[in-house]
């Protein structure tokens, strides 16, 4: 006859899949801002009710999720701010482009972003906000697929064809009227940007700006780029020449800077 596995095996399983819930539901609320019911949260993760209430009561009284006065809805909460400062403050390569960052805002006098391809999407390290007036469209923290940004494409161009059909879908979620829908037409896009050596997001993102993206080359493939957004109606040839100029400069600095990770 077989024999039974230890009871601690068993314990050790259980613990797995309960962290593993545990982490499906903070990313489920990190990606939908606000308070949600029960019967929301259940019906998106598909936990029994029973075990999903035990599990929401326990991350409240340790401050990942937090609710409102009735105890019926809940959100992400302040522990996970907290994780999200903690990743921020101790990368290394957010810490060696600080300088970078800083002149190339001032050069440009644009927006200015640092992301990591995770997956799919852009994760936003990093951001100097416009001299100009410019509502803030993107934030610290902010996951944004990588297909419709100038930021994904420059990192989805340091990958074969083969890698990126594997990494997105065959559909391709429109943002705008203006983003690639068809992987076909990003991936001739992308020959595009290896080409020249950078990105443009021509609307595809967010009506009326366009971004200019640019990878650091300090891994093959490149995990990080740098970005510079213009309001469409400030752009013109002349200053879109200097933006570019200025990417390049600071993917040169950046490689520098990041020459010893």
Request: negative net charge.
């Amino acid at each position: 006859m077989p024999q039974a596995r230890p009871a601690a095996a068993d314990a050790g399983g259980a613990q797995v899949k309960s962290a593993v819930r545990t982490v499906e539901l903070l990313e489920y609320f990190a990606g939908r801002p606000g308070m949600h019911s029960l019967a929301e949260v259940q019906e998106a993760v598909g936990y029994p009710k029973s075990s999903l209430y035990m599990l929401l009561r326990t991350l409240v009284e340790l401050g990942w999720v937090e609710t409102e006065s009735t105890g019926t809805r809940y959100g992400i909460g302040v522990r996970a701010l907290l994780v999200g400062t903690s990743y921020i403050d101790g990368d290394e390569v957010v810490a060696a482009a600080r300088t970078t960052l800083d002149r190339l805002a001032d050069d440009t006098t644009e927006t200015i972003h640092l992301a990591r391809l995770d997956g799919s999407d852009v994760i936003y390290l990093a951001t100097r906000q416009s001299q100009h007036y410019l509502r803030p469209f993107t934030r610290v923290g902010r996951r944004l697929p990588a297909h419709s940004t100038s930021l994904g494409k420059a990192l989805l161009a340091t990958y074969s064809d083969e890698e990126v059909r594997k990494l997105l879908p065959a559909r391709l979620e429109p943002l705008t009227e203006h983003t690639h829908t068809d992987i076909d037409a990003l991936i001739e896009d992308l020959h595009a940007i290896r080409e020249r050596g950078y990105s443009v997001d021509a609307e595809e993102n967010t009506l009326g700006l366009r971004c200019f993206g640019i990878a650091i080359p300090y891994r093959t493939p490149a995990r990080d780029a740098v970005s510079c957004s213009v309001p469409v109606a400030r752009l013109t040839p002349g200053r879109e020449q200097m933006i570019r100029d200025a990417l390049f400069d600071a993917r040169d600095r950046l490689t520098l800077a990041t020459r010893h990770l």
